[in-house]
């Protein structure tokens, strides 16, 4: 049994880390826009 959850947990780290390795995330659609003083700049 204990053999059984370290190689449950070993395929569960391991197919976690290929997927986050493979994903192509989005990257943010929101627009950020800010507004900076021009004292900011003298």
Known sequence: MVKFLILL????LVGG???LA???MPP??????KVIPNDRFK
Request: hydrophobic fraction near 55%; glycine fraction near 0%; avoid cysteine.
């Open 9 to 12: 947990v070993l395929a569960v």
């Open 17 to 19: 880390t290929i997927f």
């Open 22 to 24: 493979t994903w192509d």
């Open 28 to 33: 943010p659609s929101a627009v950020t826009e």
